[in-house]
Structure formats: structure tokens, C-alpha cells
């Protein structure tokens, strides 16, 4: 029984790159919560997303960074375009269904910008 | 928007210790109120969670308290042991379906 997966672990990138993180939900789950953690902080909301649909996105920068969450395949992250200040960790979490109030967080993605 | 304040920022605790973090919010559209544990490089793990129709809850050694009048919770960890070594975060939710996190306690339990 699978929990959330997240890949990759860490990713290293160059300002000017893109990055492209992955997560795939626990088995039954369909929501899908994006959140960023830079270094001795808390945990920021970013987006929210169902199959198919980005249902809140108001922590979303309005720039370089985009969510999806496909029919079939990972829901993924993509910040183009990265700069150094992008650098944290990514954590997603998932839920059954919007009502279900407890979110299951994977491992996370380390992005460092060089 | 909803903002969730903890304190303390950083707590040090000898090995069978209360170690006690506190958390307050503004407001919230349903009630639930979960604490997570997050060891270092690891994904944030559920710990405990409360529905304030109840002031306290116990599970094992980690008890919450909840004072729904004032908006404030807080997370006891009886007995501390070096294994509770952790950042924790609070979290109030935020419309029905967000949850907007503290900024984390970091727990440090002496051996």
C-alpha cells in the first residue's frame, strides 16, 4: 500500500532551467495539494488540484510556475525558467476527496539553484 | 486570509520533559485542527488531530488542547524521549479544503 510518491528526491538546476516535479497520489486519493517549504520555515500553500481541474491556485507566483494534474499520470509541478530564490523543498499531499480532512504529504522534492 | 501563529520557534527539552507548543489562529470555516511531525529531509507526517467539539485529546503520550473561545491549540508531548527530536507544525484550516501551517517548533530532546 503505497503512500504519496515524489520524484525526483532532489533536483539541481541552473538559473534559467526548468524543473519539473512529479506526484503521485496514494491509491483512491484524487486531490492533489502542491506546498513549499524554504529553509526554517513553515509549509506555504500553492495550488490545489483535482483530475483534470486547478481548483485554487492563489498561492501560486504569477509567473515561471504552472500545476497540472492529468486523466492518467502524476500531477506535476513546473517552474520555468528557475532562479535562485526558487530553491526549497516541494512537498505534495494528497487527499481522498475534498472532504477528507486529513492530507498525506510525500518525501518531498529538493530543488537547488545554482 | 488565515494566519496561524506558533510559538515557540525552537525548544530544547530534557529526555522525560513536557516539551508544550502553542498555536493560535484567526478564524476557520470547519474544525479540524492536525499537528504534524516532520523529521529532517522527510515529508510532514500527521501526529494528532482534534475537532474542537472536544477541549482535549490523548493519544499515547502527545495530548492536544484546545481552547476554541481564545482560537488557540496546543500540543503536549508527556515523557519526551531524543526519538521526539522533530520539527512540529500546527495547522487551522482555510476555506474547506486548505490548511494554512505554522511556522514550525523545533524540538530538540536532550538524552
Known amino acids: 500500500n503505497a503512500g504519496v510518491m515524489q520524484n525526483p528526491r532532489h533536483l539541481v538546476r541552473r538559473r534559467g532551467q526548468e524543473a519539473r516535479l512529479r506526484c503521485s497520489p496514494m491509491k483512491g486519493h484524487s486531490h492533489v495539494y502542491w506546498y513549499r517549504q524554504l529553509p526554517e520555515e513553515g509549509l506555504k500553500f500553492m495550488v490545489y488540484l483535482q483530475k483534470e481541474n486547478i481548483i485554487d491556485e492563489s498561492g501560486m507566483p504569477k509567473e515561471r510556475f504552472s500545476a497540472e494534474f492529468p486523466k492518467e499520470g502524476p500531477s506535476i509541478l513546473r517552474i520555468q525558467q528557475v532562479v535562485r530564490g526558487d530553491s526549497a523543498a516541494y512537498f505534495c499531499?494528497?487527499?481522498?476527496?475534498?472532504?477528507?480532512?486529513?492530507?498525506?504529504f510525500g518525501p518531498g522534492t529538493r530543488l537547488l539553484v545554482l | 486570509q488565515q494566519q496561524v501563529k506558533q510559538s515557540p520557534q525552537s525548544l530544547i527539552v530534557q529526555k522525560g520533559g513536557i516539551s508544550i507548543i502553542n498555536c493560535a489562529y484567526e478564524?476557520?470555516?470547519?474544525?479540524?485542527f492536525p499537528w504534524y511531525q516532520q523529521f529532517p529531509g522527510k515529508g510532514p507526517a500527521l501526529l494528532i488531530a482534534?475537532?474542537?467539539?472536544?477541549s482535549e485529546k490523548k493519544e499515547g503520550r502527545f495530548t492536544i488542547s484546545f481552547n476554541k473561545s481564545a482560537k488557540q491549540f496546543s500540543l503536549h508531548i508527556m515523557d519526551s524521549q531524543p526519538g521526539d527530536s522533530a520539527t512540529y507544525f500546527c495547522a487551522a484550516p482555510s476555506g474547506t479544503y486548505k490548511y494554512i501551517f505554522g511556522t514550525g517548533t523545533r524540538l530538540k530532546v536532550l538524552a
Open positions: 499531499a494528497t487527499a481522498r476527496d475534498r472532504y477528507q480532512e486529513t492530507q498525506y
Open positions: 482534534i475537532r474542537p467539539d472536544v
Open positions: 478564524n476557520t470555516a470547519f474544525d479540524y
